[in-house]
C-alpha cells in the first residue's frame, strides 16, 4: 500500500512540474507574439500613487512615472524575462522570474485604479467649508480621490499646507488652479450670482483631459462615500450628459415655477450645488437654444445665453443650466433628494421621502446655515465633521456626541426629523470602520512605492457581503540573486 501511495505521490510531482513548465513556455510564447522577449512588460500603473512630488499646484502622491532611479549598473534590462527550475536569477539580471511574471500577467485579471474627480471652487471666506467638505469626502471613500482645486490666488497657500499635512493618508491627489474665465468677459463671470461661482461652467473646457466630474458648491458634507454618487454615472442612457437633484420637492413652495423670468427644467428647476457630469459627451455635444436654429456646442453657448438672459436670471450660473437643460431634457439625468438634502426639504416640513427613507446621503448647507443658529441641525453636522480628525476611533466616537446635539433642536422643523441626519451617516461609519480587521480599509497601511516601470494591480473581489465595493491588492514579485520574493504594498 505504501509503494502504491509512493507512486502517486510521484506522478503527481512530475505532474506538477510538466504543467510548470508547459505554463512557462506559454508565457513566452504569449511574449515573442507581442513583440518578442525584449518588448517591456505592460503593467498598470498606480500614478496616484507613485511618488511624493509637490509641484506647483500638484499635491500629495502628484501624477508620474514610476522609473526606478538608482538602479545598479550591472543589472540588465528589466524586460527581460528569465526562468530556471531552481526560481534563480543571474547576477546580472534584476528583472522579474518569467514563471512568476506570467502567472501574475495572464493568469490574474488587472485593472487600473479609477479615480474619482471631485471638483470645488473656492472664493473669499470659503476656506474652512471647502477644507471641511474635502475632509468628508476622504473619511468614506473607497477609490483614491483626485481633487480639482479652483480657487483665488491668496488661498493657495492655505490649501496647500492644509492639503499636504493629510499626506499620511496617501489616498487622494490635488490640484490647484487659478480662477479664470474667458478674457473678454472675465468681470462679467466673475461677478454673476456669486464671486467665481460660475467656474464650474467652464470646468469642461478647462479640464480636457478628464472624462468624468463631480462638481460640489463648498457648502457639501458626504454622509456616504463619494463613490456611491460616482457609480451614477454607469446608469447614464446614450443621451444623458449630466445628474442633478431637483431645486424642489413641493412646487407649492418651488421658486422656479412661482418666480422665474426664463425657461427651466422639468417643473420644479434642478440644483446645481451637486452636479454629476460626464465631460467627454458635454464637451462633443450640439445643444438646441432658442437663440438661434444651429445647435451649438458647449463652449459657443454660453455667453450667448448670458447676453440673452443676463436681465432676467437670479441664481446665476444654476439659471443657466436649467435654461440648457429646458431644451435638452433627454441630456439629463435627475437624482433624487437624498444626494442633495437642503434646508428647504425640512424648513416648512419635511418633504424628501428618500430621506426619510434611507436616510441623507449628501449634505447641502446653502444659505448658510452652517455659520448661524436658523438651522441647528445643518450646524451640529457641519461643526463634528470639521473638529474629528482621520483617526478611527476620532471618528467612530463622533455618533453620540453629535446625536445629543442633534436632540437639542427638535424646535426646528429639520431638528425633528434629526435621525434622518445621522441614519445614513450611521451605516457608512459601521461599514468602513466596524467591520473585522481583516476586511477593514487601513488608510496607514498604504505605501507608495516605485517598482522600476510600474505597478502590477489585482483586483479581487470582497469576500464579505458588508461590502460592496472592489477590494483592491497590490503586490509585486522582486527578482534577485537571493531568488523571488512576493511584497505585498497593499490591501484595500
Same mark, same amino acid.
Given at each position: 500500500?505504501?509503494?502504491?501511495?509512493?507512486?502517486? @505521490?510521484?506522478?503527481?510531482?512530475?505532474?506538477?512540474?510538466?504543467?510548470?513548465?508547459?505554463?512557462?513556455?506559454?508565457?513566452?510564447?504569449?511574449?515573442?507574439?507581442?513583440?518578442?522577449?525584449?518588448?517591456?512588460?505592460?503593467?498598470?500603473?498606480?500614478?496616484?500613487?507613485?511618488?511624493?512630488?509637490?509641484?506647483?499646484?500638484?499635491?500629495?502622491?502628484?501624477?508620474?512615472?514610476?522609473?526606478?532611479?538608482?538602479?545598479?549598473? /550591472?543589472?540588465?534590462?528589466?524586460?527581460?524575462?528569465? #526562468?530556471?527550475?531552481?526560481?534563480?536569477?543571474?547576477?546580472?539580471?534584476?528583472?522579474?522570474?518569467?514563471?512568476?511574471?506570467?502567472?501574475?500577467? %495572464?493568469?490574474?485579471?488587472?485593472? !487600473?485604479?479609477?479615480?474619482?474627480?471631485?471638483? @470645488?471652487?473656492?472664493?473669499?471666506? /470659503?476656506?474652512?467649508? &471647502?477644507?471641511?467638505?474635502?475632509?468628508?469626502?476622504?473619511?468614506?471613500?473607497?477609490?483614491?480621490?483626485?481633487?480639482?482645486?479652483?480657487?483665488?490666488?491668496?488661498?493657495?497657500?492655505?490649501?496647500?499646507?492644509?492639503?499636504?499635512?493629510?499626506?499620511?493618508?496617501? &489616498?487622494?491627489?490635488?490640484?490647484?488652479?487659478?480662477?479664470?474665465?474667458?478674457?473678454?468677459?472675465?468681470?462679467?463671470?466673475?461677478?454673476?450670482?456669486?464671486?467665481?461661482?460660475?467656474?464650474?461652467?467652464?470646468?469642461?473646457?478647462?479640464?480636457?483631459?478628464?472624462?468624468?466630474?463631480? %462638481?460640489?458648491?463648498?457648502?457639501?458634507?458626504?454622509? +456616504?462615500?463619494?463613490?456611491?454618487? #460616482?457609480?451614477?454615472?454607469?446608469?447614464?442612457?446614450?443621451?444623458?450628459?449630466?445628474?442633478?437633484?431637483?431645486?424642489?420637492?413641493?412646487?407649492?413652495?418651488?421658486?422656479?415655477?412661482?418666480?422665474?423670468?426664463?425657461?427651466? %427644467?422639468?417643473?420644479?428647476?434642478?440644483?446645481?450645488?451637486?452636479?454629476?457630469?460626464?465631460?467627454?459627451?458635454?464637451? +462633443?455635444? *450640439?445643444?438646441?437654444?432658442?437663440?438661434? &436654429?444651429?445647435?451649438?456646442?458647449?463652449?459657443?453657448?454660453?455667453?450667448?445665453?448670458?447676453?440673452?438672459?443676463?436681465?432676467?436670471?437670479?441664481?446665476?450660473?444654476?439659471?443657466?443650466?436649467?435654461?440648457?437643460?429646458?431644451?435638452? !431634457?433627454?441630456?439629463?439625468?435627475?437624482? !433624487?433628494?437624498?444626494?442633495?438634502?437642503?434646508?428647504?426639504?425640512?424648513? *416648512?416640513?419635511?418633504?424628501?421621502?428618500?430621506?426619510?427613507?434611507?436616510?441623507?446621503?449628501?449634505?447641502?448647507?446653502?444659505?448658510?446655515?452652517?455659520?448661524?443658529?436658523?438651522? !441647528?441641525?445643518?450646524?451640529?453636522?457641519?461643526?463634528?465633521? +470639521?473638529?474629528?480628525?482621520?483617526?478611527?476611533?476620532?471618528?467612530?466616537?463622533?455618533?453620540?456626541?453629535?446625536?445629543?446635539?442633534?436632540?437639542?433642536? @427638535?424646535?426646528?422643523?429639520?431638528?425633528?426629523?434629526?435621525?434622518?441626519?445621522?441614519?445614513?451617516?450611521?451605516?457608512?461609519?459601521?461599514? +468602513?470602520?466596524?467591520?473585522?480587521?481583516?476586511?477593514?480599509?487601513?488608510?496607514?497601511?498604504?505605501?507608495? *512605492?516605485?517598482?522600476?516601470?510600474?505597478?502590477?494591480?489585482?483586483?479581487?473581489?470582497?469576500?464579505?457581503?458588508?461590502?460592496?465595493?472592489?477590494?483592491?491588492?497590490?503586490?509585486? #514579485?522582486?527578482?534577485?540573486?537571493?531568488?523571488?520574493?512576493?511584497?505585498?504594498?497593499?490591501?484595500?
Amino acid at each position: 500500500m505504501r509503494r502504491y501511495l509512493r507512486v502517486v @505521490v510521484l506522478c503527481l510531482a512530475c505532474g506538477f512540474c510538466s504543467l510548470l513548465y508547459a505554463f512557462s513556455q506559454l508565457a513566452v510564447s504569449l511574449e515573442e507574439g507581442a513583440g518578442g522577449v525584449g518588448g517591456k512588460p505592460q503593467a498598470a500603473a498606480a500614478s496616484w500613487l507613485g511618488g511624493d512630488g509637490r509641484g506647483a499646484g500638484r499635491g500629495v502622491g502628484s501624477s508620474g512615472s514610476a522609473a526606478h532611479h538608482g538602479r545598479s549598473d /550591472r543589472c540588465k534590462e528589466f524586460s527581460l524575462c528569465y #526562468w530556471n527550475p531552481y526560481w534563480m536569477l543571474p547576477s546580472d539580471v534584476c528583472g522579474m522570474n518569467c514563471f512568476w511574471e506570467a502567472a501574475f500577467r %495572464y493568469g490574474v485579471k488587472m485593472q !487600473p485604479i479609477e479615480r474619482v474627480h471631485l471638483a @470645488v471652487v473656492a472664493c473669499g471666506e /470659503r476656506l474652512e467649508e &471647502t477644507v471641511t467638505m474635502l475632509k468628508s469626502a476622504l473619511i468614506f471613500s473607497i477609490k483614491p480621490l483626485q481633487f480639482h482645486i479652483f480657487a483665488e490666488d491668496q488661498l493657495h497657500d492655505s490649501f496647500k499646507g492644509i492639503l499636504d499635512s493629510w499626506s499620511f493618508l496617501q &489616498t487622494f491627489n490635488y490640484s490647484l488652479y487659478p480662477i479664470t474665465f474667458p478674457s473678454e468677459n472675465a468681470a462679467e463671470w466673475k461677478k454673476l450670482f456669486k464671486p467665481c461661482a460660475s467656474q464650474r461652467l467652464f470646468l469642461p473646457l478647462i479640464l480636457k483631459e478628464v472624462d468624468s466630474l463631480l %462638481y460640489v458648491d463648498t457648502d457639501i458634507l458626504f454622509l +456616504r462615500p463619494v463613490d456611491d454618487i #460616482w457609480s451614477l454615472l454607469k446608469k447614464f442612457n446614450s443621451t444623458q450628459i449630466a445628474a442633478m437633484a431637483p431645486e424642489h420637492e413641493e412646487p407649492r413652495i418651488g421658486w422656479y415655477n412661482r418666480f422665474a423670468r426664463h425657461p427651466y %427644467y422639468g417643473k420644479t428647476g434642478v440644483n446645481s450645488g451637486v452636479m454629476l457630469m460626464n465631460m467627454t459627451r458635454m464637451r +462633443r455635444k *450640439y445643444f438646441k437654444n432658442d437663440m438661434t &436654429t444651429v445647435r451649438l456646442r458647449w463652449g459657443d453657448i454660453l455667453m450667448p445665453l448670458l447676453k440673452k438672459y443676463k436681465l432676467n436670471i437670479t441664481w446665476g450660473d444654476q439659471d443657466l443650466l436649467n435654461i440648457i437643460f429646458f431644451h435638452n !431634457p433627454e441630456s439629463l439625468f435627475v437624482f !433624487p433628494c437624498q444626494w442633495n438634502y437642503r434646508p428647504d426639504h425640512c424648513i *416648512y416640513g419635511s418633504n424628501c421621502q428618500e430621506a426619510e427613507e434611507e436616510g441623507i446621503f449628501i449634505l447641502h448647507g446653502n444659505r448658510g446655515v452652517y455659520h448661524d443658529d436658523k438651522q !441647528p441641525a445643518f450646524r451640529a453636522i457641519y461643526e463634528a465633521l +470639521r473638529n474629528c480628525s482621520f483617526e478611527d476611533d476620532s471618528i467612530h466616537s463622533l455618533l453620540k456626541p453629535l446625536e445629543l446635539e442633534l436632540q437639542k433642536t @427638535v424646535h426646528t422643523y429639520c431638528g425633528k426629523i434629526y435621525k434622518i441626519f445621522i441614519k445614513q451617516l450611521t451605516k457608512s461609519i459601521q461599514d +468602513r470602520y466596524d467591520r473585522p480587521p481583516k476586511e477593514r480599509v487601513n488608510r496607514r497601511n498604504v505605501g507608495a *512605492y516605485d517598482v522600476r516601470k510600474g505597478f502590477y494591480i489585482v483586483q479581487l473581489e470582497a469576500k464579505s457581503e458588508s461590502i460592496s465595493q472592489k477590494a483592491w491588492s497590490l503586490d509585486y #514579485w522582486m527578482g534577485s540573486r537571493g531568488g523571488m520574493h512576493r511584497k505585498q504594498l497593499f490591501s484595500l
